[in-house]
Nanobody
Framework: VQLQASGGGLVQPGGSLRLSCAAS????????MYWYRQPPGKQREWVAS????????YTDSVKGRFIISRDNNKNTAVTLQMNSLKPEDTAVYYC??????????WGQGTEVTVSS
């Protein structure tokens, strides 16, 4: 199983980025998919999640700005549309596929830097 996050980069405050998480070796539609992030010098934190049934949840700091969704592209399990980016959104972003304790996969991160 492999998960690979991509789409990070340098963006100015107020800008947008779209992160993608490619998954291989799993049927991603039956997994809950998550995005986490780890700001510089801080612990990893949960950002957003989408259940296998499609329900979504967001941490308060990104509500109204970020959108998590599944992708119809068979190679992309989940995306994170990030709008109105702030410097405090700077972090390494990770995707995760979770079904139970035996089926819990993390991808490598993609770095997002929000700076003028």
């Amino acid at each position: 199983v492999q998960l690979q996050a991509s789409g990070g980069g340098l963006v100015q405050p107020g800008g947008s980025l779209r992160l993608s998480c490619a998954a291989s070796g799993i049927i991603s539609s039956i997994y809950a998919m998550y995005w986490y992030r780890q700001p510089p010098g801080k612990q990893r934190e949960w950002v957003a999640s989408i259940a296998s049934g499609g329900g979504t949840n967001y941490t308060d700091s990104v509500k109204g700005r970020f959108i998590i969704s599944r992708d119809n592209n068979k190679n992309t399990a989940v995306t994170l549309q990030m709008n109105s980016l702030k410097p405090e959104d700077t972090a390494v972003y990770y995707c995760r596929a979770f079904r139970n304790a035996y089926y819990d996969w993390w991808g490598q991160g993609t770095e997002v830097t929000v700076s003028s």
